[in-house]
């Protein structure tokens, strides 16, 4: 039970943005959206996460919708080394273990 | 972030035989560590949470005799798969984790292949 749906695959040109979506209906209140990429054959990566308000980080921005149902994940200019299966996570604690989806494979066209 | 080694980062192995896959944090004291396993095309799978000095708390469908783990310091856990087989053959993951620590932190991976 993932408790996000994220679109199977997404295309996108190089150094185009590219904005993965996220939902996330039934998110409680305490839950942290986490986004993650992994490469092939690579363990996953940490991307960004947030709780209420937008982030950004040298990898990419979050944008959080206001009433938290829904989520996007902003590669400002997408590169070949961006092509990689993200996930979209809600975690309630740091304790918590992470559930993985399906994810979304981002692919870059050159 | 955090630097999380695991070696080997691939292993082939006969069946019937027993392969052990350490995973360390180098900058990052580890006080749980996460253990998953990744079949092809498939997402990852939780098999097991360790506490450091604990035993480890193995998800439903996880042989917790066959998949032995050891969390015995802050900066290494080894998941040890006895008596492989080919069945057993996947992409093995460690991941540190830590209260407080919202960044999860995760290992290269290590191949397993039974033969």
């Known amino acids: 039970d993932a408790k996000t749906t994220q679109p199977n695959s997404m295309e996108s040109n190089e150094e185009e943005p590219v904005h993965l979506p996220c939902n996330h209906s039934?998110?409680?209140?305490?839950?942290?959206i986490h986004w993650y990429r992994q490469l092939p054959s690579q363990g996953p990566e940490y991307v960004i996460h947030g709780l209420t308000s937008n982030v950004n980080n040298r990898m990419a921005s979050l944008a959080i919708a206001e009433d938290r149902k829904s989520s996007t994940l902003i590669l400002h200019r997408a590169t070949l080394r961006d092509a990689a299966v993200y996930y979209c996570?809600?975690?309630?604690?740091?304790?918590?273990?992470?559930?993985w989806g399906a994810g979304t494979k981002l692919i870059i066209k050159p | 972030g955090a630097v999380v080694s695991q070696h080997p980062s691939w292993v082939i192995c006969k069946s019937g035989t027993s392969v052990k896959i350490e995973c360390r944090s180098l900058?990052?004291?580890?006080?749980?560590m996460f253990w998953y396993r990744q079949f092809p095309k498939q997402s990852l799978m939780l098999m097991a949470t360790?506490?450091?000095?604990?035993?480890?708390?193995?998800e439903q469908g996880v042989e917790k005799d066959k998949f032995l783990i050891n969390h015995a310091s802050l900066t290494l856990s080894t998941l040890t798969v006895t008596s492989a087989h080919p069945e057993d053959s996947s992409f093995y993951i460690c991941?540190?984790?830590?209260?407080?620590?919202?960044?999860?932190?995760f290992g290269p991976g290590t191949r397993l292949t039974v033969t």
């Open positions: 996570i809600l975690r309630p604690d740091s304790n918590y273990q992470l559930i």
């Open positions: 039934t998110i409680s209140g305490t839950d942290y």
């Open positions: 900058d990052f004291q580890a006080t749980t």
């Open positions: 360790s506490n450091e000095g604990s035993k480890a708390t193995y």
């Open positions: 991941s540190p984790g830590a209260r407080g620590h919202y960044e999860q932190y």
